[in-house]
């Protein structure tokens, strides 16, 4: 796994933009690169004149939408026993493909949303997404609306930990470490904003369903 971190880090330094892009993708989709060794080394090099804030950000979300759309019509089309019987092989088990399905079902469209800004579901959702046949309009906004935010998040910390430690740019396995630790308190957000939404969305429905009898 040191390995693949160091390459993933050389990617980002010398193919810039692209790098990003294509490693975002991949996070998307059931090959789980951690946006953390994407987005904060090209934060570093932001820090150092030769990238842009925004240009790292609409790359990542682009990345991230590219990746999400693949998987998505790759579920859509192939259906939930090819995903299954073939998932294994790029660590999809079963256990994880029903979280994903409990998360989507439990959150409906936001459950898009808040995936893309939690770990875990955040690149599995897609699949759900595909199988369930949600509309692609509303898949494509709310993935894109998602990973732009938690893109920016991580532009930000990885911007602020390289100003602090630029020495880290030399160390991925710390960097990953001091950018998880910084993004803890959003994480936490969102899963707390996602129980309000959730609970929000049962009395809701409880009422509509009680003023209907």
């Keep these: 796994m040191h390995a693949l971190i160091v390459l993933w880090f050389g990617w980002v330094r010398d193919w810039g933009y692209l790098g990003v892009i294509i490693l975002m993708a991949l996070e998307s989709t059931v090959i789980p690169v951690p946006s953390e060794v994407v987005i904060p080394p090209a934060a570093y090099w932001v820090t150092q004149g030769h990238m842009t804030l925004t240009g790292v950000i609409l790359a990542g979300t682009l990345g ?5 759309a693949i998987s998505y019509w790759v579920a859509r089309l192939l259906g939930r026993f090819a995903v299954t019987k073939y998932g294994k092989r790029f660590l999809v088990t079963e256990e994880k493909l029903a979280r994903a399905e409990r998360f989507l079902q439990r959150y409906e469209l936001g459950g898009v949303f808040f995936a893309r800004l939690l770990p875990v ?4 959702i897609s699949i759900p997404a595909g199988i369930l046949r949600m509309g692609f309009m509303r ?8 990973s732009a935010l938690w893109c920016g998040v991580l532009a930000w910390i990885g911007a602020r930990v390289s100003e602090r430690n630029p020495g880290l740019i030399d160390n991925p396995e710390a960097m990953i470490h ?6 803890l308190w959003f994480v936490l957000a969102v899963a707390a904003l996602a129980v309000l939404y959730a609970l929000t969305m049962r009395l809701t429905a409880s009422r509509v369903s009680e003023a209907g009898r």
């Design 64 to 68: 991230s939408f590219l990746g999400s």
């Design 121 to 124: 579901v955040r690149h599995l």
């Design 139 to 146: 898949f494509s906004v709310l993935t894109v609306c998602g």
């Design 178 to 183: 001091a950018v998880k630790h910084e993004s």
